[in-house]
């Protein structure tokens, strides 16, 4: 039977595309929906273990890969599953406005999550049978490159225009110096009542006083606690609190009851960790004194639009440490609040007995509006990636359904598949391996982006959405990926067992910058890149040992089966970690939590040396 179906096509016309589109929804859950979350006020913990589920697609998707052998065809499997990413990211497009957006986002991007993992298996199936081998060792680079620019797209590209719509869609940044001397008079706290606001014709961001100096003494700490408690009390009644962790579980409802587990085991564990392991903030004093403190209000001078959330975060921007922000670093105004003062309380180092200024800058910008507008552009490229490709992918006469004699010679290969995997050689201390040697990045990447975007005053490094995304998504991906060629070209060379040890060494010492990072706190941009890239560079260089050494474990006779319960069992070693890593770093703080990432990474180091492998593996011979 004849048919005008092409069965080949130039795989420039698809491969590139293909692998571009499959790129783009893994970033995408894995990493722009943490920068998201964040810029919504999702606490650390949440945005950490939520996620983190969300590996759980790529983990068991070596369940049902034979579902994709045994129905349909590949290339039906691809088109039918970019319409449905596409209908997943116009799901969260359309739900990050509403009031319970944390829930509805996550369903959401548990269907992004599935229909992408589903792509993979499908994409990777296709590529075998639309290419004969020649070509697809001449474009396994070519696939591997254009999934890299998806990471840029999604980590950079995206994560820019969405900063630089939150810029332009806020008011002008307001810039607001508070200096700290010992002849000031001392004022801690004017009531919200007394304030007198300026009136102003346009719409704009409105501090008062206009001008704050503290004076560099101390005071009782029973007074700063009660200014404190004071400052929580304003902000509650006039609702900015309340919308700190918009949509997300309501942990502090009196309503619900307190597990056993919750009361004999979670609290003490908890207590035990931030106790033992937290960070001093600031040592306490016998004479119950502590640095001075005072409350400094934010409102807006006009009410914004129907309907219409106005998110201002305010924060240390440069200047004296001793100055810091103690509490009320993000507010959100709507038309039931815009005109009553947001409160945010400023101490000083109890040991300041100097001169000392420092800025601080008021910043907003309508963060719903912004990642809307992303996630609609994205659902858009998926509508058009579904309709390229449905006319572009060729018709391989191979790509069919795979015929089964019944079910229950499906069932009896479906089980021997795994059966052969787990009765390889030293399979278990491989699969140990594989879950432990990312152990301490996959703590790392989970908090890397917040640690960027708190505030300095909470440990952060306060950098804007664009900033984090210019770092993260071009730099970091430039060295990332110029850190995987280098490492592809060494191991060639010397093969997998020469490289492992050192590669180890370049994916885990470098996490150390983050340590750096957390202690000195710099403004530099250039020294901040420096850092990321001199880790992600070491993280591409690593990366590549650890890619060979999944494809050397599922070398045999269901290589491409093998293949993807290894890769299942690398999913799982980065989502279980990840889940706890935010509940760990907000207990002992950023600089511990680095600490502790390098810490996690020893078992790598000690089970590289018990992993048996064929010293010419990997090694370029003079047959290829």
């Keep these: 039977m004849k048919t005008n179906k092409p069965s080949k096509r130039n795989p420039w016309f698809w491969v590139p595309s293909l692998y571009y589109a499959e790129g783009i929804p893994y970033i995408v859950v894995m990493t722009v929906s943490v920068i998201m979350y964040k810029r919504l006020g999702v606490s650390n913990a949440d945005i950490a273990l939520y ?70 298996i499908a ?165 119950n004194k502590t640095g001075n403190v005072a409350v400094v209000y934010l409102r807006l001078a006009k009410p914004p639009g129907k309907d219409e959330e106005v998110v201002v975060n305010f924060g240390r921007e440069s200047g004296d440490k001793s100055i810091s922000l103690l509490s009320g670093t993000r507010f959100v105004f709507t038309g039931k609040n815009w005109n009553k003062p947001a409160a945010a309380l400023i101490k000083l180092d109890p040991k300041l007995r100097t001169f000392a200024e420092a800025s601080f800058v008021a910043r907003s910008g309508n963060i719903p509006l912004a990642w809307t507008i992303t996630f609609v552009i994205l659902a858009a490229m998926f509508l058009l990636f579904f309709l390229y490709h ?117 994916i885990n010492i470098p996490d150390v910058v983050y340590v750096y990072l957390a202690y000195a706190q710099p403004q530099s941009m250039l020294i901040i890149s420096g850092c990321v890239a001199l880790e992600q560079f070491g993280y591409g260089f690593g990366f590549t040992a650890f890619m060979l050494y999944m494809i050397y474990i599922s070398e045999g006779e269901f290589k491409t089966a093998h293949f993807a319960i290894t890769t299942g069992f690398m999913a799982l070693g980065m989502m279980l970690p990840g889940m706890f890593s935010g509940w760990l770093q907000e207990l002992i703080g950023y600089r511990h939590f680095f600490i502790w990432v390098l810490i996690a990474t020893i078992p790598a180091f000690i089970l590289a040396r018990f992993v048996p492998i064929d010293p010419e593996f990997g090694k370029k011979t003079g047959e290829q």
Excluded: C
Excluded at 83 to 100: C, Q, S, W, Y
Excluded at 398 to 423: M, N
């Design 123 to 287: 994409a990777d199936g296709f590529y075998m049978l639309g290419l004969n081998e020649h070509d697809q060792a001449f474009f396994v680079g070519i696939r591997s490159t254009f999934y890299r620019f998806a990471m840029i797209t999604g980590q950079g590209l995206l994560v820019i225009l969405a900063g630089y719509i939150e810029s332009h869609t806020g008011l002008p940044p307001v810039e607001y110096r508070i200096t700290a001397s010992p002849t000031a008079v001392v004022r801690n706290f004017t009531p919200p009542d007394s304030i007198k606001f300026p009136e102003v014709k346009n719409q704009k961001l409105l501090i008062y006083p206009k001008k704050l100096e503290l004076a560099a003494t101390l005071i009782p700490k029973a007074q700063a606690d009660s200014i404190a408690k004071l400052v929580n009390k304003i902000n509650a009644f006039n609702g900015f609190l309340k919308k700190e962790n918009r949509g997300v579980r309501k942990s502090n409802s009196p309503a619900k009851r307190e597990s056993w587990w919750q009361k004999n085991v979670a609290e003490k564990i908890n207590k035990f960790i931030k106790n033992n392991f937290g960070e001093e903030l600031a040592p306490a004093r016998k004479d």
């Design 390 to 506: 449905k006319f572009i992918l060729p018709y391989p006469l191979t790509d069919k359904a795979a015929k089964s004699d019944g079910e229950e010679s499906f069932l009896s290969g479906f089980f021997k598949t795994f059966v052969l995997y787990f009765k390889k050689p030293h399979i278990l201390i491989g699969i140990t391996f594989i879950l432990l040697y990312r152990l301490g990045e996959s703590q790392l990447v989970k908090l890397a982006s917040p640690f960027m975007l708190d505030a300095r005053d909470i440990g952060g490094l306060g950098l804007t959405t664009g900033q984090v995304g210019m770092i993260y998504g071009t730099i970091g991906i430039l060295a990332l990926t110029l850190g995987g060629i280098l490492g592809g070209i060494v191991a060639a060379r010397n093969g997998l067992k020469y490289w492992l040890f050192p590669m180890i060494v370049a």
């Design 51 to 120: 996620t983190s589920w969300l590996y759980l697609p790529w983990v068991i998707k070596p369940l049902w890969s034979p579902v994709v052998d045994l129905f349909k065809t590949k290339r039906f499997w691809i088109i039918t599953m970019q319409l449905l990413v596409g209908a997943g990211l116009a799901g969260i497009a359309l739900t990050i406005p509403v009031p319970n957006f944390f829930k509805y986002t996550l369903a959401f991007f548990w269907l992004l999550a599935f229909s992408s993992a589903t792509h993979d």
